[in-house]
């Protein structure tokens, strides 16, 4: 019995013992002020710090992202700068619940703190957010006035002196805030595996250049000047002195409409074009047309003088002859050969600008004479020699009609015959004084005009003689609308 009794004596010491001993290592494990190993706040450890180490580390952490600025600079307008403390955007930084989560480790009973201790969590996460649309609206204020401009088109312009000469274009500018916002946002808010860590001067300090987007207009000078017309390659000039007021008039408003015409390369002018457009701005009046191989009264009379004005500048530039038919009778303002009619719906004028650069066809109505320019690139050591030959001269026939009202046996010429030609017309380019090539452009046939003689009645006997061919012309107005 007494064996016994020491035996449970010795158990109950035991035990007694091994509550102190684990009350006692409760009481330290409760009572540590240190954060529990293994904690972190991204990649850093707070783990075996004080708790007032852990908190002031935190602190000053928070702090230090909070004092970060942002500085942007506008290069484009003197070295302009402007910089702003992140909270001014809106930014904020915070270790969510680490603060409390710290503190909490000293309160509350032994078991709680022990139990609080034991299942303390092992990191925490840094909570930012921020304002774009802060910095947005900062950047604005700031620069907005940049935006207050608008982009201007080049300009090319011919001198009084047919002088080649440009303005140069103006660009605008808009500010390109996207892609800034998208780098402060990667720079702001820190992500997981930089938390924690020492800042660097990168880190406190965003510094960038504002992004400003340059806005072109449509033509730039480079686009302009890139379009060849670089001088005058050639003029022509017809007089119209003798014409009447509204064969003046026609001249003048088809001019008015060629004038600045625009030619692509490889682009085929078209007069009747011209033409269409011409009556779409103007009215054209009464003036002579040919008809039938004679001139009759008719609308537009005159509108082939300026066809054929700009034919024999056409000629002269070596541009390619798509479309072109001689006058059915000659005109007195050009040469044989060297005219270029005009009929609507049946007879065009055409040709190709085959130099590989833009043309620009100008126009000079003054003193009663009509020029014709053209503007583009070709080499200066060329230009073109055009030779018309007369082949044969086609005589004039006489025709007969008769004057009921004349005395008997008298006859009187009412109008004086003119002869027809036929004719070739030959273009010769020369390069530095030498003949290069040659080539035929055209043959051309002129009817002749007959001698119309009126007779009294006692020759009725008499024999006229036959009336002209028709020739393809015959029922064309040209010359008019």
């Not at 302009?80 to 909490?104: C, H, N, P």
């Not at 002196?161 to 946002?185: C, F, K, M, P, W």
Request: one cysteine or more.
């Amino acid at each position: 019995m007494k064996k016994f009794r020491f035996t449970i004596t010795i158990i109950l010491s035991v035990l007694i013992l091994l509550l102190a001993i684990g009350m006692t290592l409760i009481w330290r494990y409760s009572n540590q002020d240190s954060v529990p190993e293994g904690v972190h706040t991204g990649v850093v450890a707070l783990g075996g710090m004080s708790i007032d180490q852990a908190i002031d580390f935190i602190d000053k952490y928070e702090r230090s992202l909070l004092a970060r600025k942002i500085t942007v600079v506008a290069n484009q307008v003197a070295n302009d700068k402007k910089s702003w403390d992140v909270t001014e955007l809106g930014y904020r930084a915070e270790f969510v619940g680490a603060r409390e989560g710290l503190l909490k480790l000293r309160e509350g009973s032994l078991w709680d703190r022990a139990l609080y201790r034991y299942k303390f969590s092992q990191s925490y996460t840094l909570s930012q957010s921020w304002d774009q649309e802060a910095l947005d609206a900062a950047l604005r204020e700031q620069w907005g006035w940049i935006e207050k401009n608008e982009s201007k088109n080049a300009r090319r312009f011919i001198s009084d002196t047919d002088e080649v000469q440009y303005e140069a274009h103006s660009d605008a500018y808009r500010l390109d805030i996207d892609g800034l916002l998208s780098n402060v946002n990667g720079w702001i808010l820190l992500q997981e595996k930089a938390i924690g860590r020492t800042l660097t001067n990168e880190d406190k300090l965003f510094h960038s250049p504002l992004p400003i987007k340059v806005i072109q207009p449509e033509i730039t000078l480079e686009k302009l000047k890139a379009e060849g017309i670089d001088r005058k390659i050639i003029s022509y000039t017809t007089s119209f002195a003798t014409s009447a007021e509204g064969r003046a008039h026609n001249v003048t408003v088809t001019a008015e409409t060629l004038h600045d015409w625009y030619l692509a390369p490889g682009e085929t002018f078209s007069y009747s074009k011209l033409i269409a457009e011409a009556e779409k701005r103007h009215t054209y009046k009464e003036a002579p047309v040919i008809l039938n191989g004679k001139f009759v009264p008719g609308i537009g009379g005159g509108i082939c003088q300026v066809s054929s004005t700009l034919y024999q500048a056409v000629l002269r530039s070596g541009l390619d002859i798509v479309s072109r038919r001689n006058h059915s009778l000659p005109v007195a303002y050009m040469p044989v050969g060297q005219d270029a009619t005009y009929a609507t719906d049946t007879i065009d004028f055409k040709f190709r600008n085959n130099t590989g650069k833009a043309i620009l066809i100008r126009t000079e109505v003054k003193n009663r004479k009509l020029t014709v320019k053209l503007f583009g690139s070709k080499p200066a050591n060329e230009h073109y020699d055009i030779e018309s030959i007369t082949l044969e001269t086609i005589p004039s026939k006489t025709q007969q009609v008769v004057n009921a009202e004349l005395p008997v046996g008298k006859s009187v010429i009412v109008e004086k015959g003119k002869p027809g030609f036929i004719v070739e017309t030959f273009r010769t380019l020369i390069r530095d004084g030498i003949s290069v090539s040659r080539e035929r452009v055209s043959k051309d046939t002129y009817r002749a005009q007959p001698t119309i003689i009126e007779v009294g009645p006692d020759s009725l006997h008499a024999t006229p003689a036959p009336p002209a061919n028709p020739t393809p012309t015959d029922g064309i107005v040209e010359d008019g609308i």
